[in-house]
């Protein structure tokens, strides 16, 4: 694989941990928005994905974010397959 894009690849997994280990502290000021870290800091907060990225790129340039929602993960519930006979 081409040795930018694998740091590319590590630098996003290394944002979405951070977000991760960060959560409980976001959602006391951020819950129910979106915000993007780049570099370990919150740069943008949004309503929506796009538009947290959007001002994330207008600060950062076009760069390697990670863009993710402060609240609890949306369940999605699935019913098991019927047979019809």
């Not at 590590?10 to 941990?17: G, H, I, N, V």
């Not at 001002?55 to 390697?64: C, M």
């Not at 863009?67 to 006979?85: F, H």
Request: aromatic share 8%; net charge positive; no cysteine.
């Amino acid at each position: 694989m081409d040795p930018e894009l694998m740091e590319a690849v590590d630098s996003l997994e290394k944002e979405k941990e951070t977000f991760r280990r960060m959560l409980p502290q976001l959602k006391r000021k951020y819950k129910g928005k979106y915000v993007a870290l780049k570099g370990g800091t919150v740069i943008s907060v949004g309503d929506s994905k796009e538009e947290a990225a959007s001002k994330a790129y207008e600060k950062a340039g076009y760069s390697v974010i990670y863009v993710g929602y402060v609240g609890e993960e949306k369940k999605v519930r699935l019913p098991s397959p019927r047979v019809v006979r």
